[in-house]
């Protein structure tokens, strides 16, 4: 383990753990519905014929409007689940909206793509965050998150715990504390192998990391969030350690859609993973000509093999998909 720097040593935001009940509570209130108007109050007196007439003729209009309110009820719920995987060059960051409207905001991408996440965010009409999710703590993946939680009311901040000092993350987590926003750490709080209900039948699986690694990479948090038969399996930049931990933990990674592992790079990803991951669709996040040389020829060659149809945000920009728990969409459109 790396020798502690005193920075590490000073933030105590590593106890500021507070449990997602109070979001799951919001959440569902947010998802109920009121109930139905009442549109008449029925009188009982005899001798007004023609209120009766109007009684009923209000009745059947407030039938009318408790039917509309129902179906109203169940088009909200039909609304796909939608998964914007942005072009933020050399970086991640994925947006996660779901059926009743809860914004999941995973990664927030490097400083030098700022205009284009909020571009982004601004197109999606994203005004407030219910989860602010970092995969682990490199610029490319959380450099702007201190300008989102200045920008954008958020209710819960998901971290993995991992303490790489230095004054971006001393910034972030002093605004976290100064905002008083509930705070989630992984790690500390052994949350791999657990399951988060995000209502309208999404569920967020935590499935790593399950151990601390000294490398940040190593120590990604590794999500699988799931509609129906869709499920998306985040993997941060996990590398070799932490897939081999993820392959023989006992959470399913199986997943439609695979986020692939620190942007294509040859270390995230081999064929013995993809046999159990079993995706049909691969997004890869990554700069165009970028000096990392992502995506490697090796896992691209993988992938093939295996199958999938590869998306890439350096060749087709911003990506989405859209599920309905059954089937995915993809846009652009493979070309
Ligand atoms: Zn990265």
Redo the contacts with the bound molecule.
């Keep these: 383990m790396p020798k502690k720097t005193p920075a590490e040593k000073r933030h105590k935001l590593q106890d500021a753990t507070k449990p997602l009940d109070d979001f799951d509570r919001l959440a569902r209130r947010r998802l109920g519905l009121p109930p139905p108007e009442k549109l008449v109050n029925p009188s009982r007196r005899r001798w007004l014929p023609p209120l009766l007439l109007l009684l009923l003729a209000a009745c059947l209009i407030g039938y009318g409007f408790h039917r509309y309110r129902g179906r109203a009820a169940v088009l909200a719920y039909r609304r796909p689940l939608v998964v914007s995987f942005f072009d933020v060059g ?3 960051s994925t947006l996660i909206q779901t059926p009743s409207g809860k914004n999941i905001l995973l990664d927030t991408g490097p400083p030098s793509a700022s205009a284009r996440l909020f571009a982004d965010l601004g197109r999606l009409g994203v005004n407030r965050l219910d989860m602010l999710i970092t995969s ?1 703590p ?1 610029q ?2 959380y450099g702007n998150s201190l300008a989102v939680l200045r920008r954008l009311p958020t209710a819960t901040v998901v971290d993995s715990g991992f303490v790489k000092g230095g004054l971006t993350q001393e910034r972030l987590l002093a605004e976290v504390k100064r905002q008083n926003i509930p705070f989630v750490n992984v790690t500390r709080q052994h949350l791999a192998g657990t399951r988060q209900d995000l209502g309208d039948g999404v569920t967020l699986d935590y499935l790593a990391p399950m151990t601390t690694s000294p490398s940040a ?1 190593d120590n990604s948090i590794i999500l699988k969030i799931a509609l129906g038969r869709v499920g998306f399996l985040f993997m ?2 996990a590398e070799d350690g932490e897939r081999a931990s993820l392959l023989v933990g006992g959470g399913d990674p199986q997943a439609m859609v695979l986020k692939v592992a ?2 294509g790079s040859r270390n995230g990803t081999d064929d013995a993973f993809l046999a159990r991951v079993h995706p049909e669709v691969a997004v890869i996040s990554c700069g165009l000509g970028n000096r990392y040389g992502h995506p490697n020829q090796v896992t691209l060659d993988a992938l093939r093999r295996a199958g999938v149809n590869v998306w890439r945000t350096d060749l087709q920009g911003t990506i989405s998909v859209q599920t309905d728990g059954k089937t995915c969409k993809v846009s652009p459109p493979a070309k």
Excluded: A, I, S, V
Aim: net charge negative; charged share 35%.
């Design positions: 050399q970086g991640d682990h490199d490319d993946h990479n941060g930049d620190h942007h």
